[in-house]
């Protein structure tokens, strides 16, 4: 991964990097909802993703309008790290509200979800596309009046029964799971770490299906 990060370096005067860049502050928006109920829950992997880059950089997220939100610098980038607490539902609000106060354009933002979809721990990150029946996604797309924003998904299975989903995606995480989470996870912010370093479209080739 170090080396991955170096090659990024040794490539950022060449012609086909990506002129957003030229904007150095970054919104990362880690889907969930508050509360002990939901702590450690499929549905706030989200949250959980910013949690694992938090800790690894020694960063406090501190309660501000709409969310938890700390900031990371790395490289000369500015990563606005956002955990909404206006419950899933709406989590559009806090999004939109964040990228007016920090005057953060719509390409620079990445909003990090859960995805019954893909199998446990994958990575699929994309630049548009439906909500998929995700809740927070369809009041994103509702409240920004559009479907053309990156979204990083992160598998979570589909290994329940029929009529069970919505215990399953609001349980807690098996032990299995729990065991193979903190390198998926990992892997997850490194790859947040690329969307600000290399842009989008090298992000997706390198992370996405791992």
């Known amino acids: 991964m170090l080396s991955f990060f170096k090659n990024i370096f040794n490539t950022e005067s060449n012609s086909n990097y990506e002129a957003s860049l030229d904007m150095?502050?970054?919104?990362?928006?880690?889907?969930?909802?508050?509360?002990?109920?939901?702590?450690?829950?499929?549905?706030?992997?989200?949250?959980k993703i910013?949690?694992?880059?938090?800790?690894?950089?020694?960063?406090?997220?501190?309660?501000q309008k709409l969310g938890d939100v700390c900031t990371y610098k790395f490289k000369g980038r500015s990563f606005i790290l956002l955990k909404p607490s206006t419950y899933m539902n709406l989590s559009g609000k806090a999004v939109k509200y964040w990228m007016t106060k920090e005057n953060i354009p719509l390409e620079n933002v990445l909003v990090l979800t859960d995805d019954?979809?893909?199998?446990?721990?994958?990575?699929?990150?994309?630049?548009?596309?439906?909500?998929?029946?995700?809740?927070?996604l369809k009041d994103i797309q509702n409240?920004?009046?559009?479907?053309?924003?990156?979204?990083?998904?992160f598998g979570i299975s589909d290994a329940f029964n029929k009529?069970?989903?919505?215990?399953?995606?609001?349980?807690?995480?098996s032990q299995e799971e729990e065991a193979a989470l903190p390198e998926r996870?990992?892997?997850?912010?490194?790859?947040?770490?690329?969307?600000?370093?290399?842009?989008?479209?090298?992000?997706?080739?390198?992370?996405?299906?791992?």
Do not use: C, P
């Open 143 to 153: 409240t920004l009046q559009t479907t053309n924003y990156n979204r990083l998904r």
């Open 163 to 173: 009529g069970n989903q919505v215990d399953y995606v609001l349980g807690k995480w």
């Open 185 to 210: 996870l990992t892997l997850t912010a490194e790859a947040i770490k690329s969307f600000g370093l290399a842009g989008i479209n090298t992000t997706m080739n390198h992370f996405n299906g791992k």
């Open 116 to 136: 019954l979809n893909l199998s446990f721990g994958q990575i699929r990150i994309k630049t548009k596309g439906s909500d998929g029946g995700h809740n927070g």
């Open 50 to 63: 910013l949690d694992t880059l938090a800790t690894k950089e020694e960063l406090s997220f501190e309660t």
């Open 24 to 47: 150095k502050k970054f919104l990362i928006v880690g889907l969930g909802n508050i509360g002990e109920k939901y702590h450690n829950t499929r549905h706030n992997v989200g949250f």
